[in-house]
């Protein structure tokens, strides 16, 4: 089995805040894990020093076996990791198909702008097919021409997915997916994560407050509070156990 994430005593301080005390994680090839935790438990700040978007202050960070401690956010996403955002970061005029495309011209990036990739003009048919294939994955190709203004929160959050999908990640983060969801919208998604994930074979961790999403959808989880990790294992287990009802008390 492939090894997607190794991090081991990944720490970050904010001014007088350890927000990341040592924290060590492991993830498989097409493994589904969770990350939990209560408000300011540091799972944000875990996904940021993932991805670059934060420099940590200790610890290492391997993704598909190569070390990126301290690498640009782009060299990891070439390393094979992607993210959806909590809240939604599309444009409402363009539409469904222009947003896979701008991802994938990043992905094939040459150093432009985002202005200049934009301004490429209309998708070539290579790029439409590419876009497509993702779209199809999705259940979305039908809604390739709508701008997203015109689609549900739920087809939003595919979209986003779709987007991190075009630079085919090898594991993809989700911030809070089911933020601002009903539950049949939320399973609705998690269904569809689900099978395009059990076919293009990504890793997912998942940070989430909806406790039935994340014992429906996760294997494993790990749980993090005040910046340490006090939990790890398979999810029910971790979910029933006294010390993690303890740290949530309030939010479950
Ligand atoms: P939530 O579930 O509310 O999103 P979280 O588990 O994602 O919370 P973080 O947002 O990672 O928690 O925050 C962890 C801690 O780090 C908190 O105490 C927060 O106030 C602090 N923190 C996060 N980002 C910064 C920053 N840029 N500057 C200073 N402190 C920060």
Same mark, same amino acid.
């Given at each position: 089995?492939?090894?997607?994430?190794?991090?081991?005593?990944?720490?970050?301080?904010?001014? @007088?805040?350890?927000?990341?005390?040592?924290?060590?994680?492991?993830?498989?090839? @097409?493994?589904?894990?969770?990350?939990? @935790?209560?408000?300011?438990?540091?799972?944000?700040?875990?996904?940021?020093?993932?991805?670059?978007?934060?420099?940590?202050?200790?610890?290492?960070?391997?993704?598909?076996?190569?070390?990126?401690? @301290?690498?640009?956010?782009?060299?990891?996403?070439?390393?094979?990791?992607? *993210?959806?955002?909590?809240?939604?970061?599309?444009?409402?005029?363009?539409?469904?198909?222009?947003?896979?495309?701008?991802?994938?011209?990043?992905?094939?990036?040459?150093?432009?702008?985002?202005?200049?990739?934009?301004?490429?003009?209309?998708?070539?048919?290579?790029?439409?097919?590419?876009?497509?294939?993702?779209?199809?994955?999705?259940?979305?190709?039908?809604?390739?021409?709508?701008?997203?203004?015109?689609?549900?929160?739920?087809?939003?959050?595919?979209?986003?997915?779709? *987007?991190?999908?075009?630079?085919?990640?090898?594991?993809?983060?989700?911030?809070?997916?089911?933020?601002?969801?009903?539950?049949?919208?939320?399973?609705?998604?998690?269904?569809?994560?689900?099978?395009?994930?059990?076919?293009?074979?990504?890793?997912?961790?998942?940070?989430?407050?909806?406790?039935?999403?994340?014992?429906?959808?996760?294997?494993?989880?790990?749980?993090?509070?005040?910046? *340490?990790?006090?939990?790890?294992?398979?999810?029910?287990?971790?979910?029933?156990?006294?010390?993690? *009802?303890?740290?949530?008390?309030?939010?479950?």
């Amino acid at each position: 089995m492939n090894r997607v994430l190794k991090a081991q005593g990944v720490t970050k301080r904010f001014a @007088g805040i350890t927000a990341l005390d040592e924290v060590t994680m492991e993830i498989d090839e @097409g493994e589904r894990v969770g990350l939990i @935790g209560p408000n300011g438990a540091g799972k944000t700040t875990f996904f940021n020093c993932l991805l670059g978007v934060l420099q940590t202050d200790g610890g290492t960070v391997e993704i598909a076996g190569r070390d990126v401690t @301290g690498a640009p956010a782009y060299r990891r996403a070439k390393a094979g990791i992607g *993210r959806t955002f909590q809240r939604i970061e599309l444009f409402p005029d363009c539409t469904v198909r222009d947003h896979l495309v701008i991802a994938e011209r990043i992905r094939r990036g040459d150093g432009r702008l985002w202005k200049d990739i934009i301004g490429l003009g209309r998708p070539r048919p290579a790029e439409v097919a590419r876009c497509d294939e993702v779209l199809e994955l999705l259940g979305l190709v039908e809604l390739a021409e709508e701008p997203i203004e015109r689609l549900s929160l739920g087809q939003g959050r595919l979209v986003e997915v779709g *987007r991190a999908l075009m630079t085919e990640p090898k594991l993809l983060l989700l911030d809070e997916p089911s933020s601002g969801l009903d539950r049949s919208e939320t399973t609705a998604l998690a269904k569809t994560l689900e099978e395009v994930q059990s076919t293009q074979g990504f890793a997912i961790l998942l940070v989430e407050h909806d406790v039935e999403l994340v014992t429906s959808f996760t294997t494993r989880s790990y749980v993090l509070d005040f910046g *340490r990790l006090i939990a790890q294992g398979p999810t029910r287990e971790v979910m029933a156990s006294s010390e993690v *009802r303890d740290a949530y008390l309030g939010n479950f």
